[in-house]
T-cell receptor, first 106, second 116 residues
């Protein structure tokens, strides 16, 4: 069974802090990974993609990939209340994790 | 550019009834996906179309679910007969291409199905 594991949260961080979201996957064949954000009652939207080991930065977001450990993470710097949402980790085999709910409080 | 359109937005039916959902992808997008998202879970892929051919339907409960994509554009997903456990949000997504390369998926607003 190919799985993607995420802590369901909620992860609560104060405004301005760094939020760290983690994901592990079981399918070693997967090469690319994606982070989607889903606001309550809304559809998922892509925020980051990563294909190679290491870090990829895009604005306040940094995705990290370690294929040897089968581990993907998303860091959100200077967290804002508008970042409060569920973050879904997805493999290129279209396997979604259950998501981590992030709450950023003022 | 218009996004992915879905209808209806909400549907309430009794168990054993049938229901159909419609999706119109972004113009020019070759690949279309149907997902089922149960409350508190991530989306689960039901079926993936490339143009009007099926790429992956391994998680589609074929005894009750069916889907088609007409002329490689619009798609319908049908459930017959519905069960209580089919209560979920059904999401349609499309991407410019599919396969093994990177494909950003754009999701529609979803159809919330309640089976009573």
């Amino acid at each position: 069974q190919k799985e993607v594991e995420q802590n369901s949260g909620p992860l609560s961080v104060p405004e301005g802090a760094i939020a760290s979201l983690n994901c592990t996957y079981s399918d070693r064949v997967s090469q690319s990974f994606f982070w989607y954000r889903q606001y309550s009652g809304k559809s998922p939207e892509l925020i980051m993609s990563i294909y190679s080991n290491g870090d990829k930065e895009d604005g306040r977001f940094t995705a990290q990939l370690n294929k040897a450990s089968q581990y993907v993470s998303l860091l959100i710097r200077d967290s804002q209340p508008s970042d409060s949402a569920t973050y879904l980790c997805v493999t290129d085999k279209l396997i979604f994790g259950t998501g981590t709910r992030l709450q950023v409080f003022p | 550019e218009a996004g992915v359109a879905q209808s209806p937005r909400y549907k309430i039916i009794e168990k054993r009834q049938s229901v159909a959902f419609w999706c119109n992808p972004i113009s020019g997008h070759a690949t279309l996906y149907w997902y089922q998202q149960i409350l508190g879970q991530g989306p689960k892929l039901l079926i993936q179309f490339q143009n009007n051919g099926v790429v992956d339907d391994s998680q589609l409960p074929k005894d009750r679910f069916s889907a088609e994509r007409l002329k490689g554009v619009d798609s319908t997903l049908k459930i017959q007969p519905a069960k209580l456990e089919d209560s979920a949000v059904y999401l349609c997504a499309s991407s410019l291409r599919g396969g093994t390369g990177f494909y950003e998926q754009y999701f529609g607003p979803g159809t919330r199905l309640t089976v009573t």
